[in-house]
């Protein structure tokens, strides 16, 4: 459920400047002052809408692949 829409559309306007950037959900929550679990929600919405695709960090040590490091792909 959306809380905001005005912190979403924030949300939004922040990934697509950061498209092929890698993120982070606490560094997103803390520039927006709302929770990381928040962030993630919103992300996973605008992915639901197709408006912008993650996608998950790729190292051959395993343990590597398991940060919280993203990049944004707009689609």
């Known amino acids: 459920m959306i809380r ?4 979403l559309i924030s949300l939004l306007y922040i990934c ?4 092929g950037s890698t993120i982070s959900y606490q560094r997103l929550a ?9 962030v993630k929600e919103y992300i996973g919405y605008a992915e639901d ?5 993650t ?5 051959f040590i395993i343990i590597k ?3 919280p490091v993203q990049a944004i792909q707009v689609c």
Do not use: W
């Open 4 to 7: 905001s829409t005005q912190d």
């Open 55 to 59: 996608i998950r960090r790729f190292d």
């Open 30 to 38: 803390g520039s927006l002052n709302i929770s990381a679990d928040t």
């Open 16 to 19: 697509l400047s950061q498209v």
């Open 49 to 53: 809408a197709y408006l912008l695709n």
């Open 65 to 67: 692949q398991g940060r």
